[in-house]
């Protein structure tokens, strides 16, 4: 199976990507987007050439201020983020609206008009913001484990909120450590990660490249979202929701509500999933995109 090196796109605003792809250029191009701090390597390679064996060219990459894309310096206080988490309005260095339209600099970089797009917790929120912008370019939608924005759905469990703004400890080993703490936290207790992959998964986190401060200017994005709410009733796009029962990081309200907006959506709850992406479900997760997909 064709699986390129790990190249980079100028995307505009002096935005380059690092991004990856697999399968057949032929094939129907899909976008993979990460969430919160998440690096391209969190779409399991494994997952990408399941995907791709199913009939998609596969594209995952690193969103701004993650792994080995462009890292910002625009500084955000603590206070920011709790004034912000308070519903007190805060000027955030981008939205992510700017995350979309990376996005769509992506696919310009590859020549792709369209693509179907999966995008998982605040990938889940940029891919929905790529289909009320601009639906003529997205050929299906995905949305897994994310929400639409509005405050009183997809909450977090009060026990994670803390472990988010905790000081980050300096050096490899204390990231790995709490890279396994934070996927026994959030993870799907049905199917737990060992722990031997979760610190296989910090080990590759932290040496691709991490980067605290780009983490805390996503959260400000994520806290600053709109409600999309009303205007994803406008998207006809066809549409699959994914969410866990289990989810602590969001709520499976957030997959509920986002199903309930957009017109002629499936959702898909799947009972023991936490807030990752199993490696017992990647079956579920190929069919369900594909199915999708298939619809359009």
Known sequence: ??????LFAPVGRGIELCYQTFGDPDDDPLLL???????MTWWDAELCEDLARAGFFVVRYDNRDT???TVLDARVSRAMLVRAFAGTRVRAPYGLSDLADDAFGLLDHLGLASAHVVGV????MIVQTMAIAHPERVRSLTSIMSTTG???VGWQNPAVLPRLLAPTK???EAYVA??????????SPAYPMSEERSRERGAVTYDRGLHPAGVVRQMLAVLTQPDRGTRLRGVRV????IHGLADKMVHVSGGRATAAAIPGAELLLIDGMGHDLPPDLFETFVAAIRRTADRA
């Open 1 to 6: 199976m064709p699986v390129s090196e790990e």
């Open 33 to 39: 987007v990460m969430g919160l701090g998440g690096p």
């Open 67 to 69: 792994g080995r894309s």
């Open 121 to 124: 917790s605040m990938g889940g």
């Open 150 to 152: 509005k405050r009183t």
């Open 170 to 172: 300096p050096g490899r």
């Open 178 to 187: 709490s890279t396994v703490v934070f996927s026994k936290l959030i993870g």
């Open 238 to 241: 066809p549409t699959t929701v």
